[in-house]
């Protein structure tokens, strides 16, 4: 492979990661500021028989999990073509 087709591969994929990088942190920020009673009335209410609403530990790891998706994007943003 020649030196050019190297160069324009390597610019591929820092637009390939930065995409990424950019939608983990719109899920990431969906999945935190979303009430997680809507998320969880999309995802899971018909598992349910009463539909009473989601459980603590459901809204707990929903939020962790959308922080971790931010971080994991902004991480993917500041270090990924490192």
């Known amino acids: ?9 390597k610019e591929k994929d820092m637009t390939q990661e930065v995409i990424a990088a950019i939608v983990l942190c719109i899920i990431g920020v969906c ?6 009673k809507r998320i ?10 009463g539909g009473e609403g989601p459980s603590k530990a459901f ?3 929903t939020n ?7 971080l994991a994007g902004c991480g993917l943003l500041l270090f990924g073509s490192a």
Do not use: H, Q
């Open 31 to 36: 999945l935190v500021f979303i009430s997680p």
């Open 64 to 70: 962790v999990l959308g922080i971790i998706m931010i």
């Open 59 to 61: 809204i707990i790891i």
């Open 40 to 49: 969880w009335s999309v995802t899971d209410k018909w598992k349910t028989r």
């Open 1 to 9: 492979m020649c030196y050019f087709a190297r160069e324009n591969l």
